[in-house]
């Protein structure tokens, strides 16, 4: 039996324009509804406290913004967060995984259920941001993906099931300054907890 190999997502007009506005950086794609239960809040948090994680990452929230988002949406884009406020087709969402690096799965505890946006990464090989604790990071963890668990309030903790071929120690210095871990060192183990 051969490795198995991801599918490669689809591309697009509108992947290919995230992908330029990145302009080298890594993205950080947020993707459906932006509502408080899939954790916008801590998204936006996350990107308009973290000045220096802007050299490095692009944030990008692509979905229709919620009547209970839209203070965070205004704050996210006076950032220099992208947003992309509408529904999106079912080919467009999907080619925004081949822009992504990172694809925000850190929902709310509200929020503790299946994600198909988890599902979608998962198949293209992408590497999610889980929340500590949620069904999701039990789930990655049993399933081989290749995830970074998040504490609640925003901070790294460690990351889990990175495939044994991951080689990208670049990008995971970079990911290091996503989130405050001054005291944590990131080891990479394949579906095994260290720290």
């Given amino acids: 039996m051969g490795n198995i190999v991801a599918p ?3 591309t697009s007009d509108l992947s290919e324009a ?4 990145g ?6 794609l947020f993707l459906g509804h932006l509502t408080p239960r899939k954790g916008f809040h801590s998204f936006v948090n996350t990107w308009v406290n973290n000045h220096k994680l802007r050299d490095s990452f692009l944030f990008v929230a692509a979905g229709g913004v919620s009547s209970a988002c839209k ?3 205004a704050r996210f884009e006076s950032a220099s967060g992208y947003l992309l406020n509408e529904n999106l087709s079912d080919s467009e969402m999907l080619s925004l995984y081949s822009a992504a690096d990172l694809v925000w799965c850190n929902y ?3 929020y503790d259920q299946a994600s198909g946006i988890f599902g979608r ?3 293209y090989g992408k590497t999610c941001l889980i929340r500590d604790g949620s069904r999701l990071s039990k789930l990655a963890l049993h399933i081989g993906a290749s995830f970074f668990e998040v504490e609640e309030h925003g901070r790294l903790m460690v990351d889990y099931a990175v495939p044994p071929n991951f080689q990208e120690q670049e990008r995971l210095n970079s990911i290091k300054h996503l989130y405050d871990v001054s005291a944590r060192k990131l080891r990479i183990m394949n579906g095994v907890m260290f720290g």
């Avoid at 995230?18 to 506005?21: D, G, K, L, Y």
């Avoid at 302009?23 to 950080?28: A, D, F, K, P």
């Fill in 8 to 10: 490669t997502a689809p």
């Fill in 71 to 73: 203070q965070d949406a």
């Fill in 121 to 123: 990464a998962f198949q």
């Fill in 18 to 21: 995230v992908t330029r506005a």
């Fill in 108 to 110: 709310s505890p509200s």
């Fill in 23 to 28: 302009n080298g950086r890594q993205i950080v």
